[in-house]
C-alpha cells in the first residue's frame, strides 16, 4: 500500500473517477422536496453514467499499469531484485497493479456516496432509507472497481510485453472500446463482452447475478496469472 500510496498516478486517477461520477450526476432531476431514497437514486445515476463508463479505462491505468517500463528503463529493477526474490517481485507487482486499478474507483465511489448523503438526505421531504437500493449502489461501484482492476492488469501485461508507455496506457483503452463497438454495431447479444453491460448488469446473470461475480472472478485471476508469467518471462532476462 505504501509504495501504491506514493504513485503519482494513484491520486490522478481516484480525481479522474470522482469527476466521472459528479459529471455523471444528474443534476437536472433534482427538485425539492426530494422524495424518500433519492440520494441513492441520484448516486446510481451517477454510476451508471455514460461519462462514468467513458472515464473507466482512462483512470484504471493511471497509477502502476506501466511502472514495470518505468522500472526496467531506469535501472532500479537490478537494484530491487538484489534485495527481493523474483517471485516475491512479481506477486507484489500483480497484486500492485491491481490494487492500483480497484482502489481509486472504490475509494472515489465511496466518497461520492458520502457527499451524495451529507447533502441530499438531509432535503428529503422524509428521510429513508432503502437497503435493497443501496445494496445494489455498492454493487454497481463493486463492478466498476472490478473493471477498473481488470484494466489495470491489461495495462500491466502490455508494459510488460512491450516495455512501451505508449502500449501500457493506450492499448487497454483500445481493446476496451473494440469490445464497445462490436456489440453496440456488429454483435448485439454479446453482452458478456460488453464493458457497459458488467457495470449495469441487466441482463441474465443467473440466479441473483451471482455469474457476474464468477465472470469477474475468473477473469481477474486470468489476467493476474497472466501478466505473473510474463513478468517471470521477462525477469529471466535480468
Known amino acids: 500500500m505504501k509504495e501504491l500510496l506514493r504513485e503519482k498516478g494513484f491520486l490522478a ?17 433534482v427538485e425539492f422536496p426530494l422524495g424518500s431514497g433519492s440520494f441513492i437514486q441520484f448516486y446510481q445515476a ?45 506477486r507484489a507487482k500483480t497484486c ?7 482502489l481509486p474507483f472504490f475509494l472515489a465511489g465511496t466518497l461520492s456516496f458520502l457527499f451524495c448523503f451529507f447533502f441530499l438526505y438531509p432535503l428529503e421531504l422524509k428521510g429513508a432509507v432503502s437497503w435493497e437500493e443501496a445494496r445494489g449502489a455498492v454493487e454497481t461501484l463493486l463492478r466498476i472497481s472490478f473493471i477498473g482492476g481488470i484494466i489495470a492488469e491489461f495495462s500491466g501485461i502490455f508494459a510488460a510485453v512491450f516495455r512501451n508507455y505508449y502500449m501500457a496506457y493506450g492499448l487497454p483503452f483500445v481493446v476496451y472500446y473494440m469490445m464497445v463497438i462490436l456489440k453496440e454495431r456488429y454483435f448485439p447479444k454479446m453482452y458478456v463482452m460488453y464493458p457497459g ?11 441473483g447475478n451471482a455469474g457476474i461475480w464468477v465472470f469477474f472472478l475468473v477473469v481477474s485471476l486470468a489476467v493476474m496469472l497472466s501478466h505473473s508469467l510474463i513478468l517471470y518471462w521477462r525477469l529471466q532476462e535480468v
Open 96 to 102: 500492485l497493479v491491481y490494487a492500483g486499478g480497484f
Open 13 to 29: 486517477a481516484m480525481v479522474v473517477s470522482f469527476l466521472g461520477f459528479a459529471m455523471g450526476f444528474p443534476f437536472y432531476q
Open 46 to 90: 451517477s454510476l451508471e453514467s455514460q461519462v462514468t463508463l467513458f472515464l473507466i479505462p482512462i483512470a484504471a491505468v493511471l497509477p502502476p499499469g506501466g511502472s514495470y517500463v518505468r522500472e526496467s528503463a531506469s535501472g532500479f529493477l537490478k537494484l530491487y531484485l538484489s534485495r527481493v526474490s523474483r517471485m516475491d517481485y512479481i
Open 197 to 207: 453491460e458488467w457495470v449495469l448488469c441487466k441482463e441474465s446473470w443467473g440466479t
